[in-house]
């Protein structure tokens, strides 16, 4: 007997959503303004669980391509993207995946709104969000900067940049990382020449290790003025264009080659030698790094949306599978220990979905010109705690429901290992857990952070069910323990609190996460559903309270074998 297994499929993927569902009539408390989000969404989640879907299963083999030379031996280092990316790009730019932040229909909210459609969009166009991500957070930066700027090419970038129209859309790429490093981007060799022949401008000189959808039209990049010092103060932060006439290579930009990566392969992501390229400063020629953070908050938060989008595509394969898959005389979805899993991967999802759109919510706060005090230092707190938090959860998710389809969840041309590949790059781009983790410490050291965290919790809590008492009272005291080891560990061991940085930021992390489904569940029961409660209680048996006591001896030992 031959062996065969019947697919998972996907139906509408707004409407299967109940935790989106809920959070969109939760936000938009206008029935008209809802219900014209709604019908956005209803288009989107359509898409992405029909053409869309289909389009990326045909397309798996497909891989972006670099031709560096023409038929007549002119360098062109022309890359070639798959079907689907092409058809993604128009699909994001026709539904307004980035645009619909800048159009501000919804004043606050319309964040909200953008990265709904942009969660939605992420699970079938195989990282599409990448280019998307540094598109958003270049015309953030570009729009931040503006009033220091004289130079033209803010309009003209920002105009394309937000654009619905295909044919004038652009994408941006950000070059950060070199030869020298990613993290440490103070250690970045590229050198910028006043260039004698245009009145402002720059050319860039050197080596770009890692740049990712290098089919963008323009980037930000760092580079360093001749006769700056070293380190980050040194850069500056610059635009360049990447086409020069008819579409060509613009003048000192090589591909030297693409990436063959573990994930995101259908990103190009390429090797670049700049030799002579023109580039214009963003603002000043210094301080390069602190210039490019609105880049990064956005791009983060991204990372965080996306991440929460792949854990809810892993879990809605993996559910419908087990209505399908029959073992041992019934389906999988009867099987107890089975519908054990799906829960613990729904909960996570939950829990990822509700912390990452709470920084979406601080974000369009921000941006609307009206936080308080406590929204203004929880927005610089959660950006970075958001992004490592649903970074680690989305590929033990992704890893679980690659066994929840057990042999066919590890073959290829399933197209499930992709889940996981992709799931892997989450906690490693826009900063790794360890550096995010120094990043919370540092958030928390320019102005007091936790205490509008504990708030914030406090606030989520309140009024939390009779069922989620004690959900919601770990919540807070996870959070006041992990206060209290930082000001202990901070005076009396200073140096350990480098080595827990990580522990503490995913304590609040996830505390944060346990907080914001119990203020879910809350609403949910209000609205006569339960569900919410279910994912609360059990997210809350995963681990909260990260915190050790007390430091153990011979880590150096452990970890480097001396």
């Known amino acids: 007997m031959p062996f065969f297994q019947t697919p998972p499929a996907l139906g509408n993927q707004f409407d299967d959503d109940r935790v989106l569902r809920d959070f969109v009539s939760r936000t938009f408390e206008d029935g008209a303004a809802r219900s014209a989000v709604e019908a956005e969404l ?3 989640g359509e898409l992405s669980g029909g053409e869309l879907y ?8 497909n891989m972006p391509e670099l031709v560096s030379w023409d038929a007549w031996g002119n360098r062109v280092d022309h890359i070639e993207v798959t079907p689907l990316w092409k058809r993604a790009a128009i699909i994001a730019a026709e539904h307004g995946v980035v645009a619909t932040a800048y159009e501000r229909a919804h004043g606050a909210k319309s964040r909200v709104h953008q990265f709904a459609l942009a969660y939605l969009f992420d ?9 998307l991500a540094m598109t958003d957070g270049a015309a953030t930066t570009l729009i931040h900067h503006a009033k220091a700027s004289e130079h033209p090419f803010v309009d003209k970038a920002v105009g394309r940049l937000t654009s619905r129209d295909p044919k004038l859309a652009w994408t941006s790429g950000q070059w950060m990382t070199e030869r020298t490093g990613g993290s440490d981007v103070g250690l970045s060799e590229t050198v910028a020449k006043i260039d004698p022949e245009m009145e402002g401008a720059y050319r860039l000189h050197g080596t770009k290790w890692f740049t990712s959808a290098t089919t963008s039209q323009m980037a930000l990049t760092l580079a360093r003025p001749e006769g700056n010092g070293p380190g980050g103060r040194g850069l500056a932060l610059f635009y360049v264009e990447t086409e020069g006439e008819a579409g060509a290579r613009a003048a000192g930009l090589s591909v030297n080659r693409l990436k063959d990566k573990l994930g995101t392969r259908k990103v190009p992501t390429a090797e670049l030698t700049l030799d002579g390229l023109r580039a214009w400063p963003v603002v000043g020629t210094a301080e390069g790094i602190r210039a490019i953070t609105p880049m990064l908050n956005v791009t983060r938060t991204w990372n965080a949306v996306c991440a929460a989008g792949s854990m809810r595509r892993a879990v809605a394969l993996a559910r419908d599978y087990a209505n399908k898959r029959v073992q041992f005389g019934a389906p999988l979805a009867d099987k107890p220990l089975h519908l054990d899993t799906l829960a613990w991967m729904q909960a996570e999802s939950e829990a990822a979905f509700h912390l990452a759109f709470r920084v979406v919510e601080l974000m369009g706060i921000h941006e609307a010109g009206k936080p308080t005090e406590r929204e203004a230092k929880l927005f610089r707190l959660l950006t970075p705690i958001a992004k490592l938090t649903t970074g680690k959860q989305a590929v033990v998710v992704a890893s679980e429901a690659l066994e929840c389809f057990g042999g066919a969840g590890y073959i290829e041309d399933t197209g499930l290992p992709r889940l996981l590949r992709d799931a892997q790059v989450l906690p490693i781009w826009e900063g790794t857990t360890n550096v995010l983790s ?17 708030e914030e919790i406090a606030e989520a809590t309140v009024k939390a069910p009779l069922d989620l008492k004690d959900e919601a009272e770990l919540a807070r005291s996870a959070v006041a323990h992990a206060g209290a080891w930082l000001a202990k560990t901070s005076s009396a061991a200073p140096l350990e609190v480098e080595a827990g940085a990580r522990r503490f930021a995913l304590t609040l992390g996830r505390a944060t996460e346990l907080a914001l489904l119990v203020k879910q569940a809350t609403w949910s029961v209000d609205h006569g559903d339960k569900r919410a409660i279910s994912a609360a209680k059990l997210f ?18 452990l970890a480097m074998g001396d």
């Not at 120094?438 to 504990?454: E, S």
């Not at 809350?540 to 030992?557: K, M, N, V, W």
């Open 42 to 44: 209803r288009a989107m």
């Open 123 to 131: 699970g079938s166009t195989d990282v599409y969000s990448c280019p």
């Open 540 to 557: 809350a048996r995963r681990g909260i309270d990260l915190i050790e006591a007390s430091p153990i001896e011979g880590i150096r030992e």
């Open 54 to 61: 289909r389009l990326q299963l045909a397309d798996r083999e």
């Open 438 to 454: 120094l990043d919370t410490l540092r958030a928390l050291g320019k102005d007091d952070g936790l205490g509008a965290l504990v």
